[in-house]
C-alpha cells in the first residue's frame, strides 16, 4: 500500500463504512421520507467508493478494507445517532448525516492537498464532491420537524 494512496483508500473505507450506519439508520426509522434519505445516502457512498476504488492504480485497489484507522463520522458516533432516531429528534438525526457528508468532503480535500493525482483520479474525486453537495443540500431542504418513530415489529 503506497503512501501517496493511502488517504484515497481511507476515504474507500469511510465510504463503505458510512454506506453500513445509512443502512442501519433506514432499519430504525420507519419515517418514509427519512428511510429513503437513509437509502440514497448510502447507495451514494457506495457509488462513490467503487468510482473511486476503479481510479486508483490497479496495485493500490487491494487491501483497502484493512485500513484500521479510517472510521466514519457515523460510526464514531453511532450511539448519538440511535439515541436520536429512538428519541426521535429529528433535527440531530438531520445534523449527524450532513456533518458525515461534510467529514467526506473535508476528507476529500485533505487528500488532493496532500497527493499527486492524475486527471481521472482527479475527475471521480470533482464528481463525488459534487455528489456529496448535492447530499448536504438534500439533507439541508428535509423538514426538521420532530417525528413519530413506530418501532417495526419483529415476528416471533
Request: aromatic letters at 8%.
Amino acid at each position: 500500500m503506497s503512501k501517496d494512496f493511502h488517504s484515497f483508500q481511507r476515504i474507500v473505507k469511510i465510504h463503505t463504512d458510512s454506506s453500513d450506519y445509512y443502512q442501519r439508520c433506514a432499519h430504525i426509522t420507519t419515517e418514509t421520507d427519512l428511510v429513503e434519505l437513509f437509502n440514497d445516502l448510502s447507495q451514494g457512498r457506495i457509488k462513490m467508493a467503487n468510482a473511486l476504488l476503479s481510479a486508483l492504480p490497479d496495485d493500490e485497489r487491494r487491501g483497502f478494507w484493512r485500513v484500521q484507522e479510517a472510521l466514519s463520522y457515523l460510526q464514531r458516533i453511532w450511539y448519538n445517532v440511535k439515541v436520536a432516531l429512538i428519541v426521535n429528534d429529528r433535527s440531530k438525526i438531520l445534523k449527524y448525516c450532513e456533518k458525515s457528508e461534510l467529514d467526506a468532503l473535508h476528507f476529500y480535500d485533505k487528500a488532493l492537498s496532500r497527493n499527486e493525482v492524475s486527471d481521472d483520479l482527479r475527475r471521480h474525486v470533482n464528481a463525488d464532491q459534487q455528489m456529496l453537495k448535492e447530499m448536504i443540500e438534500r439533507i439541508e431542504n428535509t423538514p426538521k420537524k420532530k417525528f413519530t418513530l413506530q418501532h417495526k415489529s419483529v415476528a416471533a
